[in-house]
């Protein structure tokens, strides 16, 4: 079956350092990502989403970017981060037609 | 126009209310429906698939409209557990899996 691999699971990082959030999946190949970001008390918003390695689509122009290196293997990263960057960051798969299964999320607190 | 817009919610109902909840999408090219339920500080999970003809699960029954480009939820007989956030989710052509932005939904005793 296939799983899902985020981590770390909580994260407090200052203003101005960088982020390295990691995801990757198994039992699948050639999976559609995505990640996610919630801000406290709101929706998801998609920030970008990869149909195959390499491929990212940007959702959103932001202080973000996203790499996928591997066909399973999701990246998110900040050279710089913002406070407006807190959140819980949630990395996805899914394929054509079916529904998306997620990670269990980062929550990134940005002091 | 956002793509996927949902009741804001929060939705507070006692024990064994019935509750419903909307959702409209704006691209005609979506491909797949979905209703999440999210717990608070967790990530969201299916909670059942969408399909034209209408579908029922337990308690739960899920309706799509493709004219109106319209999603419901109902729940009948709530119960404290299913208080939670909903989320309204669309696929559209391909690759792109929308979420709106969720309903609350408060169940008391």
């Known amino acids: 079956s296939q799983t899902i691999h985020q981590w770390p699971a909580t994260l407090v990082q200052p203003v101005g350092s960088p982020l390295s959030l990691e995801c990757t999946v198994e039992g699948t190949s050639n999976p559609n990502l995505y990640w996610y970001r919630q801000a406290a008390g709101r929706g998801l918003q998609l920030l970008f989403y990869s149909v195959g390695i390499g491929q990212i689509s940007s959702e959103v122009p932001q202080n973000l970017s996203a790499s996928r290196p591997q066909d399973r293997q999701f990246i998110l990263s900040s050279k710089k981060l913002l406070l407006s960057d807190s959140g819980f960051y949630l990395c996805?798969?899914?394929?054509?037609?079916?529904?998306?299964?997620f990670g269990q999320g980062t929550r990134l607190t940005v002091v | 126009r956002k793509e996927v817009e949902q009741d804001p919610g929060p939705f507070n109902v006692p024990e064994g209310a019935t509750v419903a909840f909307n959702c409209t999408y704006s691209?005609?090219?979506?491909?797949?429906f979905f209703w999440y339920r999210q717990d608070c500080r967790k990530e969201p999970k299916l909670l059942m698939s969408v399909y034209s003809s209408g579908n029922e699960d337990g308690r739960f029954t899920a309706q799509l409209n493709r004219a109106s480009q319209y999603i419901s939820l109902l729940i009948r007989d709530s119960k404290l557990s299913d208080s939670a956030t909903y989320l309204c989710?669309?696929?559209?052509?391909?690759?792109?899996?929308?979420f709106g932005a969720g309903t609350r939904l408060f169940v008391k005793a």
């Open positions: 691209n005609s090219a979506s491909q797949s």
């Open positions: 989710v669309v696929n559209l052509v391909g690759f792109k899996t929308i």
């Open positions: 996805a798969w899914g394929s054509h037609y079916t529904e998306a299964f």
